[in-house]
């Protein structure tokens, strides 16, 4: 009955080669969100969807772009992966802001 | 935007005592605040929040308090046990317009020791 789903849960991807991270939701949320999570530090959000307004944080870089074709479903396109990016990516999704986040249980890209 | 802030980062304990975490806010307009545990390899779960209308929220071993006037919360967890033992995040948030958003703290690393 998990209600955040993230696909797949590891991903090894090579230098510069465009991948994509997978999340779905069964809670019907209107906000869903991408974040990054690299090693002992706080997840660092990248982007999020209210509906399909689309927002992206200031710092997040132009290799980060997401889709979201409906309520149930986000994507995360990394378009030129490098080792930097490497880390725990965290989908989540909430009913407005003022509610608790639901996070999937991450992907873990590996760039080789 | 948004600022927040959270001490300790590091937070070690004996079996049995309490725990406290503090974050501090910037910006007025957040009105929700939740906590998040994150044990290791494992994702974030919340474990209590507060809304900016409330002062403190208990939930058996855990307590949260809000000043708003002072634009801070913290985190009490009492009687603590091996199995508390974990990452855990503090956030900020504001809505509910699609221009709402929220703000995680750097996170603590609470050890309870046996």
């Known amino acids: 009955d998990a209600m955040v789903i993230q696909n797949p849960r590891y991903q090894v991807t090579q230098f510069g080669k465009p991948v994509t991270l997978s999340c779905s939701q069964t809670?019907?949320?209107?906000?869903m969100y991408w974040y990054q999570q690299k090693s002992s530090q706080a997840p660092k959000l990248l982007f999020h969807?209210?509906?399909?307004?689309?927002?992206n944080e200031a710092d997040t870089p132009d290799n980060f772009q997401s889709r979201r074709p409906n309520t149930s479903f986000c994507f995360l396109d990394i378009r030129s992966p490098g080792l930097g990016d490497a880390a725990m990516y965290l989908c989540?999704?909430?009913?407005?802001?003022?509610?608790?986040?639901?996070f999937g249980q991450g992907t873990r890209l590996t760039v080789v | 935007g948004e600022n927040v802030e959270q001490h300790p980062s590091t937070l070690s304990v004996q079996e049995g005592d309490s725990a406290v975490i503090k974050c501090t806010y910037s910006?007025?307009?957040?009105?929700?605040f939740p906590w998040y545990k994150q044990e290791l390899g494992k994702r974030p779960q919340l474990i209590i929040d507060?809304?900016?209308?409330?002062g403190e929220k208990k939930d058996q071993r855990i307590a949260v308090t809000l000043n708003k006037t002072a634009k801070h919360f913290s985190l009490h967890i009492t009687e603590t046990q091996p199995e508390d033992s974990a990452v855990y995040f503090c956030?900020?948030?504001?809505?509910?317009?699609?221009?709402?958003?929220?703000?995680f703290g750097d996170g603590t690393t609470l050890t309870v020791k046996p």
């Open positions: 507060i809304r900016s209308n409330v």
């Open positions: 956030a900020a948030s504001q809505g509910p317009t699609n221009a709402g958003k929220s703000t």
């Open positions: 989540a999704t909430s009913q407005g802001f003022l509610g608790e986040a639901f």
């Open positions: 969807y209210y509906d399909k307004d689309f927002n």
């Open positions: 809670l019907n949320h209107n906000v």
């Open positions: 910006d007025s307009a957040s009105n929700y």
